[in-house]
């Protein structure tokens, strides 16, 4: 067994080929799990398919949700007898999952070797690099993913400084630390090389990027430099805050051609006393208000938010604030949740989970029925209409991909339209994706 950073006590086998990455949680849990990836080929290993077949396993964990934190452990004990099967095999445990201390995790799960926090690679790296004799600093470059897809991720500020009381993620990924802009203008410019046709830069508090950097460049300077980035067709941008999207952001949205009109702008609740508990800075006016100061600069912008129900203490009545909000908004998306109690958090330890399971359920049930009846109404919209669809895959004999406001769109064509812009029009709506034919 080792440490969070040593990798001193793992037997030296000769084999190191292969590698599989096992990923759950947000966008920013992909984004490491692409890094780490091409780390590991630019160390000369080939990704595998099955855990079983390869000589390093990573599972990228996630603990926002108690469902998430459960199947990261499933995937960890079904581990057991392949590691006993092949004890070279190397086994790490990375993501929000990994607190600074692993004490109580290599109880839990002694057939583990390594234990990461998220963007600690440098742990597993250097034992790859022991196993093959190598110096990994000096093989490892640009971690941009070797063999990108259409669409790719790239982290540009992580952590958070924000602790609402029901969020774990700044006890795992630390405080807000961004990354200097020539080095993610230099990233987004080799993906482009690499035929990425649309970058989506991540944040937990995206739209806080640059307040902690010398030169204190904001999103709206990065939007700008990637703005000018040859073959990059779109960029978009997650996860927003409210008490950060500032008037310059938004009017770099409406104003730079290839920043894309839509944007996530998660509320958690529409009552302020539960805002409050929650420690979101904002009224649920406030939040109102930037909406439709959103909503006046950016000509047809798609809006989604995130929603949390059953958050402790909530009443039936200040559940209902939040359905009203919901219904006067008239947001693209909602992503709900149910509210799940995470160890240390400020939640957990001072305020009872009290709305029962069955009552959250209800809630988060009522709330996506409302969401799929005005997800249809907006989608209905574009009957007959054109769109721009930039083309991302292919699936169930329909090619995929998503207009300039994130809508989901299939459309069937013989050609290959892998990374092309289609324009579609439309003849089918529904509540989560529109069909059509290529023009």
């Known amino acids: 067994m080792v440490s969070e950073t040593s990798t001193g006590n793992l037997p030296h086998y000769g084999r190191m080929e292969t590698f599989y990455i096992w990923t759950i949680g947000c966008q920013m849990n992909k984004a490491d799990s692409e890094r780490l990836g091409s780390a590991l080929e630019q160390l000369g290993l080939q990704e595998v398919e099955r855990a079983g077949d390869a000589d390093v396993v990573v599972l990228n964990s996630c603990v926002v949700r108690q469902s998430a934190e459960d199947k990261v452990a499933n995937n960890l004990f079904q581990m057991r007898p392949v590691k006993k099967q092949r004890p070279e095999q190397v086994l790490a445990l990375m993501g929000c999952m990994v607190g600074p201390k ?40 640009s971690l941009a993913p070797l063999h990108p897809e259409v669409t790719s991720y790239v982290p540009i500020i992580h952590g958070c400084d924000l602790m609402c009381t029901f969020c774990i993620i700044p006890y795992r990924r630390g405080r807000q630390v961004s990354r200097p ?18 970058v989506t830069v991540l944040g937990q508090t995206v ?10 460049p904001d999103l709206a300077d990065l939007l700008t430099r990637l703005n000018e980035v040859p073959g990059l067709e779109r960029i978009r941008f ?47 006016d406030e939040y109102r208000e930037l909406v439709s100061s959103i909503r006046e600069t950016i000509p047809n912008v798609s809006m989604s938010t995130d929603l949390i129900v059953g958050f402790p203490g909530e ?15 008239r947001f693209d ?8 109690t995470r160890p240390g958090t400020i939640a957990d330890r001072s305020m009872p989970d009290d709305v029962p399971s069955e009552e959250k359920t209800r809630r988060m049930k009522a709330v996506d029925e409302l969401q799929e009846s005005i997800a249809s109404e907006i989608n209905a919209q574009y009957l007959g209409t054109t769109v721009e ?33 289609v324009n579609v029009q439309i003849e089918k709506a529904g509540s989560w994706s529109l069909q059509g034919v290529p023009l």
């Open 333 to 340: 998306k909602v992503h709900c949740a149910a509210y799940s």
């Open 315 to 329: 009443t039936e009545e200040q559940y209902q604030q939040s359905v009203s909000l919901l219904e006067e908004l």
């Open 238 to 284: 997650l996860t927003s805050h409210p008490s950060y999207m500032s008037r310059r952001i938004v009017r770099a949205v409406a104003d730079l051609p290839k920043v894309c009109e839509h944007i996530n702008l998660p509320v958690q609740a529409g009552d302020d006393e539960v805002l409050r508990r929650m420690r979101r800075p904002y009224t649920s």
């Open 102 to 141: 692993a004490d109580d995790l290599q109880r839990r799960f002694p057939h583990v070797d390594l234990f990461m926090r998220p963007q600690q690679y440098e742990p597993l790296l250097e034992l790859v690099g022991e196993r093959l004799a190598v110096d990994w600093e000096g093989c490892v470059g």
């Open 181 to 198: 802009v020539d080095e993610v203008v230099r990233e987004v410019s080799l993906l482009s090389e690499r035929g990425v046709k649309e």
């Open 207 to 216: 739209d806080a990027y640059g307040h902690d950097l010398e030169e204190r």
């Open 389 to 421: 669809v930039l083309v991302d895959g292919h699936k169930r004999g329909k090619w995929q991909g998503r207009t300039r406001s994130d809508k989901l769109v299939f459309f069937p064509d013989d050609v290959d339209r892998l990374g092309q812009l």
